[in-house]
């Protein structure tokens, strides 16, 4: 697969053609390549937005998220995804021949991850050169060609449209001021019939530790122990800073139930195929959600998701309270 195919200017949406050190546009708009990674990103239209993309940018710049310390080596990335099972269940949902593509990739640990299937296309796209270079070393380091990082704003693709076959999107869209306008421009870039998996601050979920982050903020961090991740031996001091800064003291963040993302699958004609954690009671065969994640899964209803979602606070509520929710674009 010739990756700039997929690549479009993310002002005009024309072609992108490679010359030397530079991607260009038909009227010649050149966008340099620097240490290996294009430069697509262009400013959000809104300027209010943007002023807030900026700052989030400086965040991102500074806090590479998550943290690369102690993961040198393909397995260790394979390690670490088999135990957060989501990466695994990822893993296998997705087909070996797919064209991939993560936003909001940070140091690209999952893209890096799901590329260890070399016959794979993956793309990752920030707007954090600190991550994105991260992510690009461990690539070079390993000889992985079939992966690609990329600078840009999701709010100006610099990817064609129904292009993909698999879009990830995880603890990237509640960090935008528009999150919803954020998955529109997501979704255009999936083939029809292909899949987008969105990974989103529960409403519910994240309440423990917005009380926390209170807690923090008046007490000058004293308490930071309380936090399960702060507590954990098995993690090293730099990614708990990395975890700590990103949790709480995220410049902006916001906090999404299940019906309010299915109701974005419902009004662009996605089908919902699955949640993770479930949204609804599993059926007994699907007690091996991984290799079907893919597959269409009980919705529940309303009523069901609130119960699950306040039962979440005592789960993933932990773990800052992310819920993924998988869908099927229409064909
Ligand atoms: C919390 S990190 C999540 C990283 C990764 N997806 C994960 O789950 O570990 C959020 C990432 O979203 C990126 N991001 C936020 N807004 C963005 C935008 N408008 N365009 C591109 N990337 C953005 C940030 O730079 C940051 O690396």
């Known amino acids: 697969m010739d990756f700039t195919s997929l690549l479009r200017c993310p002002a005009s949406g024309s072609p992108l053609t490679l010359d030397g050190d530079a991607l260009v546009n038909a009227s010649g708009q050149r966008y340099p390549i620097v240490n290996g990674i294009p430069r697509l990103l262009t400013p959000t239209k809104d300027a209010q937005e943007e002023a807030l993309r900026e700052k989030m940018q400086r965040f991102y710049e500074q806090h590479t998220f998550p943290g690369y310390d102690g993961i040198d080596s393909p397995g260790v990335l394979i390690e670490k995804a088999r135990r957060s099972q989501f990466g695994r269940w990822l893993d296998e949902a997705i087909s070996p021949f797919a064209t991939v593509l993560e936003v909001g990739c940070g140091t690209g640990q999952m893209t890096n991850f799901l590329s260890l299937v070399s016959t794979r296309t993956l793309i990752g796209v920030d707007m954090s050169i600190a991550s994105l270079t991260l992510g690009d070393a461990f690539a070079c380091k390993h000889h992985m060609q079939n992966v690609h990082f990329l600078q840009g704003n999701i709010f100006a693709l610099p990817i064609g449209q129904n292009c993909v076959d698999v879009l990830i999107c995880s603890g990237v869209l509640h960090h935008t001021p528009d999150p919803q306008g954020g998955y529109r421009e997501l979704l255009k870039r999936v083939k029809p019939g292909g899949t987008i998996v969105i990974g989103l601050y529960n409403t519910y979920a994240r309440i423990p530790l917005g009380l926390r982050k209170v807690l923090f903020h008046c007490t000058g961090g004293a308490f930071r122990w309380i936090d399960y991740h702060m507590r954990r031996r098995d993690v090293d001091a730099s990614k708990k800073e990395i975890w700590y800064a990103d949790q709480y003291f995220n410049p902006h963040e916001s906090w999404h139930s299940v019906d309010e993302v299915l109701k974005w699958f419902d009004s662009s004609g ?31 209803t309303p009523a069901g998701h609130v119960l699950r979602q306040l039962q979440w606070m005592f789960t993933i509520g932990k773990e800052g309270g992310l819920f993924v929710l998988v869908g099927k674009k229409a064909i």
């Open 270 to 300: 996605v089908k919902f195929l699955s949640g993770v954690p479930a949204i609804a009671e599993s059926l007994p065969e699907d007690a091996k959600v991984g290799t079907r994640l893919f597959l269409p899964h009980p919705r529940g």
